[in-house]
């Protein structure tokens, strides 16, 4: 979900019109989200810590392997999985929102953070570059039985798996509000070049424009391939 403008960040969003508690637009958004009935959810970093502000810090520096993986015996319907380069989030909890926790980390990650994972039940993937998100995907597929994830930001993550061409559809929820800086984080956030085009190659098609409550606009398309 964005404002109107394009931006990520819901407190800086000028509020509902007629004095609707913006909440009430949230769980319009959650709704929605449930329609799109995927096996997981994911998150990249910065939108991870939000729910786990902690840091991890290693004891050692002895790096995981790769193609290191770690699926627990119980896991939930839905996932939730997020990625992490450093992997330094602190987990005080499994699962999130009541999904398990499935992390996707790269060599750089710490053995003694692979094991705080595997004492609290968090499945893991270690590949050998975070930047391989065909990869990644490819083992969530294999390992966990993932075939559909509802990508949920925020601008980094949106931006890398579009320039890796692995979005199939945007599901886009508007929200009847305004942030109005250019400083703010928008949908997508390719981190590259400034002459890179990380969505060449990509059209897209519009699948249906529904209005639901309280002003939100629900817009879906399908990203094809193209020459």
Not at 143 to 163: E, P
Not at 179 to 208: C, H, K, T, V, W
Request: with cysteine; charged share 25%; proline share 5%.
């Amino acid at each position: 979900m964005s404002s109107v403008d394009g931006r990520l960040l819901p407190s800086r969003w000028t509020p509902p019109f007629d004095g609707t508690n913006p909440s009430e637009l949230f769980r319009e958004y959650a709704a929605i989200g449930k329609l799109l009935g995927t096996d997981a959810w994911m998150f990249g970093k910065t939108t991870t810590t939000e729910a786990f502000p902690d840091i991890f810090i290693p004891k050692n520096n002895e790096h995981a392997k790769a193609d290191s993986i770690y699926r627990p015996a119980s896991l939930s319907e839905r996932l939730f999985i997020t990625v992490d380069p450093e992997g330094d989030i602190f987990y005080t909890s499994n699962p999130l929102r009541g999904d398990s926790i499935v992390v996707v980390l790269d060599i750089t990650a710490t053995t003694d953070y692979l094991e705080l994972l595997h004492k609290k039940e968090i499945g893991y993937i270690v590949v050998d570059d975070i930047k391989d998100l065909h990869k990644a995907m490819g083992i969530l597929a294999e390992q966990f039985g993932v075939r559909s994830i509802s990508l949920q930001g925020g601008g980094i993550i949106d931006g890398a798996m579009l320039a890796a061409g692995l979005l199939d559809e945007l599901s886009l929820v508007i929200y009847p509000g305004i942030d109005g800086n250019m400083a703010s984080p928008s949908i997508f956030e390719y981190l590259g070049a400034a002459d890179d085009r990380p969505a060449d190659g990509q059209a897209l098609e519009l699948l249906s424009s529904q209005t639901k409550a309280h002003g939100i606009v629900w817009l879906r398309y399908k990203l094809h391939k193209c020459k």
